[in-house]
Structures are given as C-alpha cells and as structure tokens.
C-alpha cells in the first residue's frame, strides 16, 4: 500500500519470512548443540529467546529498499517494453529472506560482544543474555564452591560465543545466495567491510574510554559513525542495492547519505542513554557515566569550567543515581547536550542535501528517498 510518504512498505508476510529464517537459523544451531551436552544446547535456546525482543530495525529497512529497487526495475522494463520476468541476476523470495535474517543475526552477534565489553547484564529493560546465564546459574555455582566472579566468567563467555558462531551464521547465508559468482562475491564484500569496520569502531570506543586513544572530537565523531551507524544503515542499503544489482555508483551515493544519518543516530543513542528515560529506551540508565565513555557530550563538557565538577564521579564503576543524576544536570548546565543536539541537527541537514542531490546514474531514485526521508523524521525526537 503507498503511503503518504510516497513508498510501499514491506508486506507483513515478508518480515513473517524473516522470523521464520531466523527460526530456521537456531533450530539448526540447537540441534547441533545438543551434541555437545545439554548446557551449550540452552544456551542456544536463550540466544533465539533474545533476539525475538529485537525491533528488527535493519532487516526492515533492507527489505524496504531492496523491493523499492526492485519495483523501479521493473517500471524501467515496462516503459521500456521488456518483459518483467525474473532475471538471472533477480534473487528468489527466499534469498532476499535470508539476507534480512542474516543481517539481523549479525546485529545481535554485536549485541552479544558489546554486553561483554560493556560489562552489561541489562538490555530492553530486562537482563540480558548474560544476566539470564547469571540468573539460571549463579545459585548451583554457589552452592558447589564457585564465587560470583567466575559464574559471570561463565556467562560472558556464552555471549562472546555465541556472538562468533551467529557471525559465522551471517557469512554462510550470504555466501549461499543464489546469485552470480561476481554478484555474491560483491555482496560478501560489503558484509566484511560492515564487520570490519563495526570492529575498529567499538576498539576505538574502548580504546578513548581507557585513554589510550586521545580524546578530540573528529576522533569521537568518528568512532560513533563506525561502531553502530555502519551495520545499521549502510550494511542494509549496500546489501539491497546489491542484491538488486544495482551500481556501484548508486550505492556510493546512499553511503555519502546515510553516512550522516547513521551518525545523528548514534549521536542520538548517547544522548538517550545520558539524558533519556530508561524505561523508554530500556537500557540500563546512565551507563554510559559509569563506563567513562569518551562520547561527543563529555568531548564539549571536558571544554568547559564544569568539568571538575564531571570529572569526580566520570567512570565510576560505583557511581549511584543521585550523584548520575547531578552529574547529568551539570552536563546539561554546562550546554553539553544542546551542543550535541545540534550536531544532531547538522548531520540531518548534511543527510537532506546528500539524498536529494541529482547526479546521473548515482541518483538516488524516488521511492528510496521517499523511505529514507520517512526514516530520518521517525528518528527525531525518538525515545528509544
């Protein structure tokens, strides 16, 4: 059905067939897992209790774009009087499912190591992977000897697992797609670059929070664009425009874009888990404070007289919610959050400019702006 914004959304039965991928994906890995005693086969049956909760975000907008494409092709062939039957280089409704389970595979794979690095038990306002193995396990590892320390030893290293295993889980669907030798390999490309450079994005983001790295704000600005706003927007819409088989071009112009819409995003995130309501965005409240992550709002306050005031409580593992709470209003006094704000607004105006702009065969055609438009204003003012 058009909407006002001028695109088609997704058919419901479409997302239907990812879930069942995904479905298909753990049932598989539970199977095997049962081999290897009874503990690895639940710790894969926790894994697909976990990501049902996703909003399956990234999945949702791949398909979007991919059939956006796919309609654009087929309204060429017919003003151009070619049939509109199914092209060799045209991947089948299954295919096109399983690369959105796949990219949703990958995001919780993230999702699982960064719980690991970040030392979190909490995510959607409930606990995670590794506070379920806790919870599951904590009271019979008591009860046999074993301290707290190595119960969450246990379970973080089930997140770190299973994070690598639903990686490879992503590389194997792509690599099976039915498509060309030259196509796949293309495909296979964009997915290793998402994950290489989703890996030097979160390295960098420990590495400024540990203060090995210095803290300037192209640095920050950086880090925040490569370790969620590439997998999250560029990954979908490369994956698409290749599938589609779409040129190199079109795609470069949509990363040009996006780029910037996936850094108001990011940006945003911080902003969220700073000044947001917890029990809108489910995270756990003001970790970002305890974890001392070096993000573009502590960039601008370490500019500032106030810091001193930020700095005595900044990384505390320990830091309570009353001192977070006034740490978060001195942050907001010393005009951290309206600067981000409008870097915020910034990066839409750079993203608005990119996505209209008129340059041949790179052109970004209407229906693909019409979604990503739709997007960019469902992401203002967001909550979660």
Not at 58 to 72: H, I, K, M, N, S
Not at 205 to 221: E, K, N, R
Not at 280 to 294: C, F, M, N, T, V
């Amino acid at each position: 059905m058009r909407t006002g914004t001028g695109y088609e959304h997704t058919p419901v039965p479409l997302l239907a067939d990812v879930a069942h991928e995904l479905e298909q994906i753990f049932a598989a890995k539970n199977a095997q897992a049962q081999s290897y005693g009874n503990k690895f086969g639940q710790l894969w049956s926790l894994v697909a209790k976990q990501i049902r909760g996703g909003k399956a975000v990234r999945p949702w907008l791949f398909l979007e774009t991919y059939y956006a494409l796919d309609r654009g092709r087929h309204l060429e062939n017919e003003t151009s009087g070619l049939p509109a039957q199914r092209t060799p280089t045209r991947p089948v409704q299954s295919d096109v499912a399983r690369i959105a389970a796949a990219i949703e595979a990958l995001h919780f794979a993230f999702l699982l190591h960064d719980d690991v690095i970040d030392a979190d038990t909490m995510r959607r306002g409930k606990p995670n992977l590794i506070g379920e193995l806790i919870q599951q396990h904590q009271d019979v590892a008591n009860n046999n000897g074993a301290p707290n320390s190595l119960v969450t030893h246990y379970a973080q290293t089930g997140g770190i697992l299973a994070g690598n295993l639903l990686l490879a889980a992503a590389h194997q669907i792509f690599a099976r797609v039915q498509l060309p030798e030259q196509s796949r390999i293309r495909l296979l490309d964009v997915l290793d670059e998402t994950v290489f450079e989703t890996t030097a994005g979160e390295f960098n983001d420990v590495g400024l929070s540990a203060g090995v790295i210095a803290c300037d704000l192209p640095t920050v600005v950086d880090m925040s664009a490569r370790k969620t706003a590439v997998y999250t927007f560029e990954l979908p819409l490369r994956a698409a425009v290749a599938l589609s088989g779409g040129s190199l071009k079109l795609e470069q112009s949509l990363v040009s874009a996006t780029t910037h819409l996936g850094l108001a995003y990011q940006l945003q995130d911080d902003l969220l888990s700073t000044f947001g309501d917890p029990t809108a965005h489910g995270k756990d409240p003001y970790s970002d404070l305890r974890e001392g992550k070096q993000t573009a709002i502590i960039h601008f306050a370490r500019q500032t007289t106030m810091w001193p005031q930020i700095a005595a409580n900044f990384g505390n593992p320990d830091l309570d919610t009353e001192s977070a709470v006034k740490m978060r209003d001195t942050l907001i006094q010393c005009g951290a959050e309206a600067f981000v704000r409008s870097l915020v607004e910034e990066q839409m105006q750079l993203f608005h400019q990119k996505l209209h702009r008129a340059d041949g065969e790179a052109t970004i055609p209407a229906d693909v702006r019409d979604l990503l438009s739709n997007v960019a204003t469902n992401l203002q003012g967001r909550q979660s």
